[in-house]
């Protein structure tokens, strides 16, 4: 019991001190067989900071990517950092920057709840993390949320 309520505690005192505020966090569900999957969120930061990896119990490979356009072909590649400007909203989404976890361990199944822990490191090389918890679906849901594939910046 006293285990439980420390443990309690340090939850509570990440809370207290999160930097980043993580919002529609969702994994999505893997089929049986599949080794590699992608996680999306929406990450504000109160003081500007670095997402610089991603740790998790679900594989020892958990990396940042970003997918890009490249004369017409979408590449993947792993981002050593992210950068999160204060109080701008950096958004993980299909076709953009994600988690990439791979070498799962075990499938990841639909609306299971997941734990990711962030890494950061602001401006000034302190590094935090946080811990995120994650549904897992088969798609994006909701209005807003709908796969923005072909979204375009200009
Ligand atoms: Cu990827």
Same mark, same amino acid.
């Given at each position: 019991?006293?285990?439980?309520? @420390? @443990?309690? /505690?340090v939850?509570? #005192? ?6 980043? *505020? ?10 049986q !067989?599949?080794k /590699? ?8 930061a109160?003081?500007?900071t ?19 356009? *490249? ?6 590649? #792993?981002?050593k950092?992210?950068? =999160?400007?204060? !109080?701008?909203?950096v ?8 988690v ?7 499938p ?9 822990? =962030?890494?950061? *490191? ?13 549904? /897992?679906?088969?798609? @994006?849901? !909701? ?7 072909? *979204?375009h910046?200009?």
């Amino acid at each position: 019991m006293k285990k439980l309520f @420390a @443990a309690l /505690a340090v939850c509570v #005192a990440f809370t207290a001190h999160a930097q980043v *505020e993580v919002s529609d966090a969702w994994v999505r569900a893997t089929g049986q !067989g599949q080794k /590699a999957t992608g996680v999306f969120m929406n990450l504000t930061a109160k003081k500007a900071t670095r997402l610089v990896g991603v740790k998790t119990d679900l594989t020892s490979t958990a990396e940042v990517h970003e997918m890009k356009m *490249e004369q017409d072909v979408m590449k993947m590649q #792993a981002v050593k950092t992210l950068d =999160l400007p204060a !109080g701008k909203t950096v958004s993980l989404k299909p076709g953009s920057y994600h988690v990439m976890l791979m070498d799962l361990k075990n499938p990841i199944k639909e609306d299971s709840q997941v734990v990711l822990t =962030l890494l950061f *490191e602001d401006t000034s090389g302190v590094k935090t993390q946080q811990e995120v918890q994650v549904a /897992a679906k088969k798609m @994006a849901t !909701g209005g807003k949320d709908k796969p923005q594939q072909g *979204e375009h910046k200009h």
